[in-house]
C-alpha cells in the first residue's frame, strides 16, 4: 500500500496572493488617478478665480480711466492659461454727495466660466468688488 501525499495546496496559496496583489494594484491606480483629477480640478479653479478677477479689473479701468460710466458685459479670453474662459461683468453705480463734491461708488461683479455646465470639466467662479472714485 503506498500513501499518496496531497499536492496542490502552493497552488491555492500562489492564486491568493496572485488575487490580492492585482486588487492592490488597482486600488493604486484609483487613488492615483483621483489624487490627479484632484489637481486638474484645483488648477482649473485657480484660472477661473484669475479669471474672474480679470473682469473685475477690466471693469475698475473703464470705469476711472477710459471714463465709461457704469462698465457691463462680456469678455471672451484667448490668451494663455485663461484661454476658453468666458467673463460677465456687471456693474452697478450710487451717485453721493460728500462735502459739496459727487462721490460715485461702484459695485461691480465679475462671473467666470469655462465648460458646460454638469459636465465633469465645467469651473465658475463669482466675484464682487466695490470701488469709488473718492479722493
Avoid at 453705480?93 to 465633469?120: C, M, Q, R, W
Wanted: aromatic letters at 8%; proline letters at 1%; a positive charge.
Amino acid at each position: 500500500m503506498t500513501l499518496r501525499t496531497q499536492s496542490g495546496m502552493a497552488l491555492i496559496a500562489a492564486l491568493f496572493l496572485m488575487v490580492v496583489v492585482a486588487a492592490l494594484g488597482t486600488f493604486a491606480v484609483r487613488i492615483g488617478a483621483g489624487q490627479q483629477q484632484t489637481v486638474n480640478l484645483a488648477l482649473l479653479g485657480s484660472r477661473a478665480l484669475a479669471a474672474a478677477n480679470s473682469g473685475i479689473e477690466w471693469a475698475a479701468y473703464q470705469a476711472f480711466t477710459a471714463g465709461v460710466a457704469c462698465p457691463s458685459g462680456t469678455i471672451n479670453l484667448t490668451q494663455g492659461a485663461l484661454n476658453g474662459f468666458t467673463v460677465n461683468v456687471t456693474c452697478s453705480v450710487t451717485a453721493h454727495a460728500d462735502g459739496g463734491a459727487t462721490v460715485n461708488i461702484y459695485v461691480l461683479e465679475s462671473f467666470a466660466s469655462k465648460g458646460t455646465y454638469g459636465t465633469p470639466d465645467y469651473v465658475s467662479r463669482r466675484v464682487r468688488a466695490r470701488f469709488t472714485n473718492a479722493s
